[in-house]
């Protein structure tokens, strides 16, 4: 990055981080920040997916295999290939003293896993589900701001990360669903 993007991400960080804040968010962004940690959520999903698989069965299961490869994928390639190359500092490591809202993090920081992650659920359940693709975004959307609230990323390391996220969600999505196999929900009968 050049010194004055680096600059401008920085004093964009400061002013999410420090000024932009509020007590309603310092005590919920770091719970969406963390939710992979609380037990109670995967059981959330668990009963989710289950009833996701007996309500729409077939179809159901074929998005799910795609969400996870979507996931996957975009893990893989965020966290073992372009991670390592960029070795950003996250942060509180790179002396600028966040506000931290949730314990340290180790690792890189570019981009931010969580918001690769996301974005490439919420991009592939848009695929398949595109009259909710609003709501998947949004959802997305505030996991990778939590991020940057909470202190642990950039927001560059967000915004790529969500890029990165939609990108490979949505190719995975076309690759495996296609355009002819997309689960809309209940056709409307013609009167």
């Not at 693709?133 to 997305?140: E, Q």
Request: glycine fraction near 6%; charged fraction near 15%; include cysteine.
């Amino acid at each position: 990055m050049t010194n004055w993007l680096l600059s401008f991400d920085r004093a964009l960080f400061h002013k999410i981080n420090r000024d932009w804040t509020a007590p309603f968010l310092d005590v919920t962004l770091p719970h969406v920040t963390d939710l992979h940690k609380n037990r109670w959520f995967f059981y959330t999903v668990a009963a989710a997916l289950a009833w996701w698989v007996w309500k729409g069965r077939k179809p159901a299961l074929k998005v799910i295999v795609v969400l996870g490869l979507a996931v996957g994928l975009t893990d893989f390639v965020n966290h073992r290939l372009v991670k390592p190359v960029i070795h950003r500092p996250r942060p509180e490591k790179a002396g600028i003293l966040p506000v931290l809202r949730t314990p340290s993090h180790a690792g890189w920081s570019f981009p931010s896993n969580h918001a690769a992650n996301v974005g490439a659920a919420a991009s592939a359940l848009s695929y398949a589900y595109p009259v909710y693709a609003p709501a998947f975004i949004l959802s997305a959307a505030v996991v990778a701001y939590s991020r940057v609230y909470c202190g642990v990323h950039y927001p560059a390391d967000v915004l790529v990360g969500l890029l990165l996220g939609l990108f490979l969600g949505r190719l995975v999505a076309f690759l495996l669903l296609g355009s002819d196999n997309i689960p809309k929900g209940k056709k409307k009968r013609k009167n």
